[in-house]
């Protein structure tokens, strides 16, 4: 779903950087992948954990290091699920999203000039996402690469969109980190910048993916789906032809049709409520797990989102999905409690899905702002009706989920409570 983007300073990498532009040409892999039984975490969680100040909410989680994990749709995937540490959107990220035990997987949906979809997070993100600049590819971008300028004071800047590209030549590009090298005089020097945040250690050139490779490749995995159809960031109808954004939308119904998988698998979203809308009126199998997502609040206010509630309910939206701000707020006492836009949800029967825990940076966060964003995703989880699921960009799911789970029960609310307090909230 949504991660913030962040325009990244150029980071001074450490010695063992690897040459994306000098990666050879990758061997097409094959995407027959097995099904994933043995879930590990990687040393993360336990990472986090060990850094906790001393104290139950420590002592709860620690109890659970030794657990056996396992694959869970409460945990849905994040541009593959591994993105801060593998480039998203890939075959590589959807295997360690998988392997970390993700049990939705979700694939960004954007359209190629021959209408084909592919897996990215941004329809014109390709020069931050891919080592397209440094190919001859470059050539083909909306706006090419053009040198940093000292002399004019402008930064290095290119613009790629998938539109830009037939799906054969977007599937000869490799993934890497988003980043780029602000200063760049080359284009091979544009591919660096890779925020110190994420790392290039699994940048070796990532799998690209059309959007029915995804879908075959997480049916044999046997997870279930959640596509993300972006906006379109050229104007529709594409190229001035029968390309419509209905027929856009359509075409992501069909493609789940033409593959025979059951739509009770599929969760589609869309900030786009047109493109639910017509789900909804024309594909109303596949709209019954529809996810709005809502960020009107952002633009209009709460109550705005609050009132368009109302419009999704008699639209016939069943899940709406407000980024994490938008469901508590504090009461007198200073207590973390849902808010009108949760409660209003939860009195119409809509579900809820909520994004991001991590919207910018490091896992503990390190702002005031922060930390209480990673927390009010706690008090969400007691007050939906069902258990309630996340979006997580990072690398320790299980340990975020049993946090949750945790803090949705009576006793870890009241932990909770003290060590908000505690934490000046
Ligand atoms: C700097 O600006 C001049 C005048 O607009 C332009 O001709 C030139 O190409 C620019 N140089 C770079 C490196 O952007
Ligand atoms: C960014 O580009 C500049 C100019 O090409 C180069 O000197 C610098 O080393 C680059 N930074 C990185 C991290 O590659
Ligand atoms: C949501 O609210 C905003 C602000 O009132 C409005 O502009 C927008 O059209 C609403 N969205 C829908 C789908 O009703």
Redesign the pocket.
Known sequence: MLFQHVPVVATLLAAAVIEVAALPKRAQQSLGKHRVTNIELGPRPYYLVDNMEAGPLKDRLGACSEDAMRPTKFSISHRGGACLQFPEETVESIMAGTRMGAGIQECDVAFTKDRQFVCRHDQCDLHTTTNIVATELGAKCTQPF??A?A??G?AASAKCCTSDLTLAEFKTLCGKMDGFNASATTPEDFLHGTPGWRTDLYATCGTVLAHKEFIALVDGLGLDFTPELKAPAVPMPFEGGDYTFEAYAQQLADEYREAGVDFARVYPQSFQFAAVRYWLEHEPAFARQAVLLDESGDRAGLEAAVANLTRYKDAGVNIVAPPLPYLVELDGANAIVPSRYAREAKRLGLQIITWSLERSGPWPPSTRRDRRAALIITTRLSSTPRPATATFTGSSTCWRARWALWASSRIGRLRLRTMLTAWGF
């Open positions: 053009t040198p300028s002399a004019n402008t």
